[in-house]
């Protein structure tokens, strides 16, 4: 299994395993309000899973396929541009690019402007988290075992809208069904991609 978490510059403390587990260390008190330390979030049942599949040779090239297998998105690096991935939705129409400069920059068409990755999944300062900004709400990535979780930041009872795990040849992508609803389907997808296609994003 790879690390889900440690393959785009993610930061802070992980155990020798490389599986993001804190079996060997004390669970620490949140540092985002009332965040579960990682050890404590066992995966949500009953969600909507988004696969990035046929890796060529990774998910820079690949597809995103989700319920009935039905085929969502497709994303190319480097074709027909050098140095641009490109998100294409199930019409073909671009959805989304990734500008690969110094600091890389995202745009989400009719979502997220133009701007660094490093600011919209923002790492915290102990890099225990990312936070993201979207649909005028503000959320957390945080890893949690061999996920990542995407909770609504707050205070009261984080709720878990989303979780990414992974595997040799392909990524999953699960959400409530609630997180569909308020639409969060592309902007998750954008922000798995760039926490799992393994360059540093800041």
Same mark, same amino acid.
């Given at each position: 299994?790879?690390?889900? %978490? ?17 079996? &060997?260390? !004390? ?44 085929? %969502? ?5 480097? $074709? !027909? ?9 199930? $019409? ?11 600091? !890389? ?45 995407? %909770? ?8 878990? %809208?989303?979780?990414? &795990?992974?595997?040799?040849? &392909?990524?999953?992508?699960?959400? $409530? ?26």
């Amino acid at each position: 299994m790879f690390n889900p %978490y440690g393959l785009s510059g993610w930061s802070g403390n992980q155990n020798p395993d490389g599986l993001g587990s804190s079996a &060997s260390i !004390p669970p620490q008190p949140s540092v985002f309000g009332l965040l579960p330390a990682p050890a404590s979030r066992t995966p949500e049942p009953n969600l909507l899973a988004f696969n990035f599949t046929s890796f060529n040779p990774n998910i820079s090239n690949s597809a995103v396929i989700g319920p009935r297998s039905r085929a %969502y998105f497709r994303i190319t690096t480097d $074709t !027909p541009t050098v140095g641009f991935t490109v998100f294409f939705d199930a $019409t073909g129409n671009p959805m989304a690019i990734i500008e690969w400069l110094d600091q !890389p920059v995202v745009e989400i068409r009719g979502i997220l402007s133009k701007r660094r990755a490093s600011d919209w999944l923002a790492l915290a300062q102990n890099g225990s988290h990312r936070k993201m900004e979207a649909i005028g709400k503000h959320f957390v990535w945080a890893p949690g075992g061999d996920y990542i979780f995407l %909770y609504g930041a707050g205070v009261g009872q984080p709720k878990v %809208y989303a979780q990414v &795990s992974r595997d040799e040849d &392909s990524v999953k992508l699960e959400f $409530t069904p609630e997180a569909i609803q308020i639409g969060l389907l592309e902007i998750c997808v954008v922000a798995t991609f760039l926490l799992q296609c393994g360059k540093n994003i800041g």
